[in-house]
């Protein structure tokens, strides 16, 4: 059984694209061969009502600056080797930050990192394409929209 942790900033609405597209495959994923675990750095009132599809953790994580970084650092690395997650997937900018740094210090094999909106100026400015490089020894994959 292959387990993979899909890590997000949060899902607010399952109607929205990505979280869309994330929850689909979640959902029609093969059971026999992949185990689910949807990991989000924030939570959101349809998190707390809505079908995910599989089991959802939060790390309650509020900012780079706060505690709540080293808190949900040490949430998602016992979370990884609880799990045994062999597969970390994270989506949007907090969650590719976060997600790739704590799978990487968690031990997890395989890390794949989203990049979107690549743009420079949108996402990309300076200090981020910083942030990129430096994340980029750790992400064994990347998937780009």
């Given at each position: 059984?292959?387990?993979?942790?899909?890590?997000?900033?949060?899902?607010?609405?399952?109607?929205?694209g990505t979280e869309k597209q994330l929850l689909a495959t979640i959902r029609l994923l093969d059971r026999t061969r992949f185990c689910p675990h949807l990991v989000c750095l924030r939570s959101s009132d349809w998190l707390k009502t809505g079908d995910v599809g599989c089991g959802?953790?939060?790390?309650?994580?509020?900012?780079f600056l706060s505690l709540s970084f080293l808190r949900g650092r040490r949430r998602f690395v016992e979370?990884?080797?609880?799990?045994?997650?062999?597969?970390?997937?994270?989506?949007?900018?907090?969650?590719?930050?976060?997600?790739?740094?704590?799978?990487?210090?968690?031990?997890?094999?395989?890390?794949?990192?989203?990049?979107?909106?690549?743009?420079?100026?949108y996402w990309h400015n300076r200090h981020e394409i910083a942030i990129l490089k430096f994340l980029k020894r750790y992400t064994t994959h990347y998937i780009t929209n």
């Open positions: 059984m292959i387990n993979i942790a899909f890590v997000i900033n949060t899902i607010e609405s399952p109607y929205a959802v953790s939060v790390l309650d994580f509020g900012s979370f990884c080797r609880k799990h045994q997650i062999d597969i970390v997937q994270t989506f949007f900018r907090d969650s590719n930050h976060a997600g790739t740094w704590w799978a990487h210090k968690a031990g997890v094999d395989v890390i794949i990192a989203s990049r979107r909106n690549i743009g420079s100026g």
